[in-house]
């Protein structure tokens, strides 16, 4: 069983920074890629960054130059640094993992965490 646990939500102003956190716990053999997402009120999920592999990253154009996605691997952890946010930032951002739970093929799984809730106010 893997679990994803997000944390470092919260309200800033315009301007300000955070940084998000997203832990994988449980039986993971290797992890392939993981994502960020964010959900704002009345719109669809969209990417915002991922990292494969650990090194190569891409971000959602709105998001370039401003938000930085790193991993821990040690920790299976990863990290989004959110710097100088805009109230159209706001929204909930979730964790998504594809993982390997043991070797050979069928054991490759993509898990999601449960949120957390970012807030840029003007």
């Known amino acids: 069983q893997v679990q994803l646990v997000e944390s470092g939500g919260g309200l800033v102003q315009a301007g300000g920074s955070l940084r998000l956190s997203c832990a994988a716990f449980?039986?993971?053999?290797?992890?392939?890629?993981m994502c960020w997402y964010r959900q704002a009120p009345g719109k669809q999920r969209e990417m915002v960054a991922v990292?494969?592999?650990?090194?190569?990253?891409n971000y959602a154009d709105s998001v370039k130059g401003r938000f930085t996605v790193s991993r821990d691997n040690a920790k299976n952890t990863m990290y989004l640094q959110m710097n100088s946010l805009k109230p159209e930032d706001t929204g909930v951002y979730y964790c998504?993992?594809?993982?390997?739970?043991?070797w050979g093929p069928g054991y490759e799984y993509d898990y999601w965490g449960q949120g957390t809730q970012v807030t840029v106010s003007s």
């Open positions: 449980g039986s993971i053999l290797s992890i392939n890629a």
């Open positions: 998504n993992a594809n993982l390997a739970t043991a």
């Open positions: 990292i494969i592999s650990g090194v190569h990253t």
